[in-house]
């Protein structure tokens, strides 16, 4: 049967086209050309030599959460808008750190669908070139075809969209809440040296000491950050830029004791705090100050609690079972509704799309649900500090506007509370 052959020779073909079209997914790290790779070039050059690490340290897709931290100006936003998003999304699909990271699962459900193909083409009926139908060279064994109908696949799939959904809401939800706990950051690092640096009493001491009262007040606040940055991101990742960084800006003394501790965030407060006390004023303004510290507890708790608690293993693994048997059961359902296609042929793209898209959610998900390593940490702290040195380097009477020390203050005036 020299046509059954050739139909069989083509399948191969096509099939074969389509893994090598699936290779340009699969997460050969060498060839990669990474999108926005500016900043982080003695990094990239790092996972270029590696291609995957025993504790998956430098594959792909763990790599790739460097570019994922995205800041937005103007001109981002601009862009984020133009009518040619669509376009431009479309034509980078194939650059798609998210599918890359599908390669397995994506070709293993068209392995599924290509087999079912030949499958049913020698124990059922196959096309010739010329459209022309034949029997299948086993067709009359007892073995049947392998189909199954497409009703309970409908049936089941608002379950599997109501699984996904929440999966992606509560990924979301937990990559929100960590961009909250640093907004809070930020927000309170900038309150507290403005509060230490308006209340801060020149009065009682030397412009000298004031200055670096100051100074030390916004570095140890920059040092909490900082701190607690490197304790939500994997050690590999910020170990030695953490402690370069440390190093350069903080006295020797304070970054080695930041070092040493067990919990250095909770080291880095407790030199803030001193830096608070240390401040002269009245009490009563030291603990508004005191304040934001305690602010800042509770970010560093609540991002502690999304980086050891996962989303429930069971949600993730039934949701992640389901979608994997829904999809890869789905080529035996697509053998019908595409009988109209050569040799039901396009069974093949059809489950490579949808397991593309589909596993897309789940994937995207699963890349939301830790979020600290796409958040701009580094960049929060960058800011931090530059915000923060710039605050207590302002001063009353720097901008020529008059100042009236205390006078009318009927508390000070009776030189009971006098800072
Ligand atoms: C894809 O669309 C988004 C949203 O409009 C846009 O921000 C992004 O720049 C586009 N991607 C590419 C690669 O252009
Ligand atoms: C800054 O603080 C206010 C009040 O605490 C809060 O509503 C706001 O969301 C914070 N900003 C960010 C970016 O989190």
Redesign the pocket.
Known sequence: MPSFRRSVLALALVVSQLNSAQAAFAPSVGKVSLQHATSAASSSAKYMSTEVDDSGKYTYGEKSREYRRTVYSHEDWV???SPN?FY??IS?ITQSGVYKNLAKEVVATTSVATFVCLWNCIFGDYQDFNSVSHAGPLKDSIIPILALPLAPFTLASPSLGLLLTFRANTAYTRWDEARKNWGMNINHTRDLVRLGNAYYDRSAVSPERAEDDLKRLALCTWAFVRSMKRHLSPEWDDEEPFRQEMLEKLPKEQAEAIFAAAHRPNRALQDLSVAIENLPMNFIRKNEIHRAATIFEDNLGSSERLLTSPIPLFYSRHTARFLSFWLLLLPFALWEPLGGSWNHINMIPVTTVLSLFLFGIEELATQLEEPFTILPMQGFCDKIYNWCTEIVSFAPGDNGMPIYKNKGNPVSSAGTLIN
């Open positions: 862009k984020h808008r998003r431009r999304n980078s």
